[in-house]
């Protein structure tokens, strides 16, 4: 893995403190960001952060970001598909 350093105020760096491992802390910022993007997968991600699918998919639910990424038109097509398919 590369390595990059980074300056942080001191505020911050207590904020991140407080959440246990700060490079950890990071990783699960940037992933986020990431994943909220469509930059990287569900799967990607948790490769990235160590964890399992299930973990991401927690993870994900703790910080209240969406699993599913719909569209109300998406969600509808599919709703009328697996009716169609009963």
């Known amino acids: 893995m590369a390595e990059v350093k980074l300056d942080l105020p001191p505020d911050l760096l207590n904020l991140l403190q407080g959440m ?3 490079e950890q802390a990071i990783k ?3 992933v986020l960001e990431l994943y909220q993007r ?3 997968s569900t799967g990607r991600a948790a490769e ?3 964890i399992s699918y299930r973990q ?3 993870l994900l639910a703790k910080h209240e970001i969406p699993f599913f990424r719909y569209s109300l038109e998406e969600l509808e097509t599919e709703m009328r598909e ?3 398919m009963r």
């Open 28 to 30: 699960e910022c940037i």
């Open 56 to 58: 991401f998919i927690d």
């Open 82 to 84: 697996m009716e169609d």
């Open 38 to 40: 469509g930059e990287i």
């Open 20 to 22: 246990g491992d700060v």
């Open 48 to 50: 990235v952060l160590g």
